[in-house]
């Protein structure tokens, strides 16, 4: 079976894998706590993949200020029916982020079929020069890595360049998926602002007229290059508006794609800064 991951990072997308956001203001950028939750379906699959179907939710809350930081809360549920037999697998993730983007908080417990299958748990510390990585589980670990930025810090910059109108560049990230072992190199593809009839607009209702951006980020492990010829590891596309509330997701594993559409949409209340 295929490992896949949550996007990230949707909490870059959802982010994304989103992820994805709270009353930060960084240049003008002013993220949305919000509650979202999006039906998840199986687009493509290979048959090296061995799925035959997979459906299921994601539920991302999104809480905060620029001075007290950022917490999400992600859960990704998914119905997978493959060769090998039927499953039910739970990814829970849990982050904090300080407001500056020095400091990054993440669990993440995977559970199948509603048994314990895995813990990841630990802090990652941004100085100039490295992430510095410690592990508590699910075992005691540490790891010196390349300087990147974390889920929400990627997010504000992402916003950010496509306000300058810039279109396309990379930009290193830690989310703490997978071992929680390495930087993500991504490369981001930023649409022109636009606007069209939402595809829910009960769903949407708080957002369905305002403008949007069609963005796609690619991601790449560089330590692993030359095993998949300048491949991503994964993709994902998504609806951005400006307040950092995503929409409308494609989420492509290489074996595998998915969809997700937003079903509910809460808005709560900014949290503002003394």
Do not use: W
């Not at 930087?183 to 636009?194: A, D, Q, R, Y």
Request: glycine share 6%.
């Amino acid at each position: 079976m295929t490992d896949y991951r949550e996007a990230g990072t949707l909490a870059v997308a959802v982010c994304a894998l989103a992820a994805s956001m709270s009353p930060a203001l960084a240049a003008g950028v002013q993220l949305v706590p919000h509650r979202a939750v999006y039906a998840v379906a199986l687009d493509e699959a290979s048959d090296r993949s061995g799925i035959n179907d997979m459906r299921g939710r994601i539920v991302y809350e999104f809480r905060g200020s620029a001075c007290a930081g950022y917490t999400t809360n992600f859960r990704f549920v998914t119905q997978i029916a493959s060769r090998a037999g039927a499953r039910v697998t739970d990814q829970q993730t849990t982050t904090f982020e300080e407001g500056d983007g020095s400091l990054f908080r993440f669990v993440t417990r995977t559970f199948v079929d509603q048994e314990p299958d895995r813990t990841i748990e630990g802090t990652a510390e941004r100085t100039d020069d490295a992430t510095l990585v410690t592990l508590t589980e699910p075992e005691d670990a540490a790891f010196e890595l390349d300087p990147a930025a974390f889920p929400t810090a990627h997010m504000i910059d992402l916003i950010e360049r496509a306000d300058a109108g810039e279109r396309f560049y990379e930009k290193k990230i830690y989310d703490g998926s997978d071992d929680a072992d390495k930087v993500m190199t991504t490369t981001v593809i930023i649409g022109p602002e636009k606007t069209e009839e939402a595809e829910d607009r009960d769903a949407l209702d708080p957002i369905a007229d305002s403008p949007f951006r069609n963005v796609s980020v690619a991601y790449f492990d560089e330590l692993a290059q030359g095993e998949g010829e300048g491949l991503p590891d994964y993709r994902i596309a998504f609806k951005m508006h400006d307040n950092g509330i995503t929409r409308s997701l494609e989420m492509d594993y290489g074996d595998f794609s998915l969809t997700g559409t937003m079903e509910e949409l809460e808005l709560f209340e900014l949290e503002e800064c003394d």
